[in-house]
């Protein structure tokens, strides 16, 4: 009995507006009805889950059709990746890595890791070689 209680009062609270507390927090609104009520007016933002697909069948707006979440999310899985990758098998690689994607210039890059600018430019060739390889794999 005090579990269906429960998940009553919790589907009521789903429907109820959440309004500013004095303690800069939100909290449930108690008014049973939003008539006459001044945040009426208002956005109001309510707990209950809102979902996409009910969105998009009460509007006449279209989803983009050039979304690219996922292929900039496994982009960047493979960088991590190819980051453990050479961490594992070649360390200096991996730092003069993680710079030069910072941004870092190869003088920058040299001077931080006290290394000579030419083998900095090694680094970025044995680099480069690596992860046409790991991108064949």
Known sequence: MAMEWAEAQRNTRKRRCRIPASDGTTRVCRDRSCY???????????????????????????????????????KNLEEEEFIAFLEQHYPKCAKVYKKDKVGFTTAEIADSLGLSDRMIRYYKNKIDELHKQFAAE
Request: hydrophobic share 40%; aromatic share 0%; proline share 3%.
């Open 36 to 74: 006459g009520c001044p945040m009426a007016s208002e956005d109001h933002i309510t707990s209950e889950t809102v979902s996409l697909d009910a969105i998009m069948e009460n509007s006449n707006k279209k989803a983009a059709i050039g979304d690219v979440t996922s292929a900039e999310a496994m």
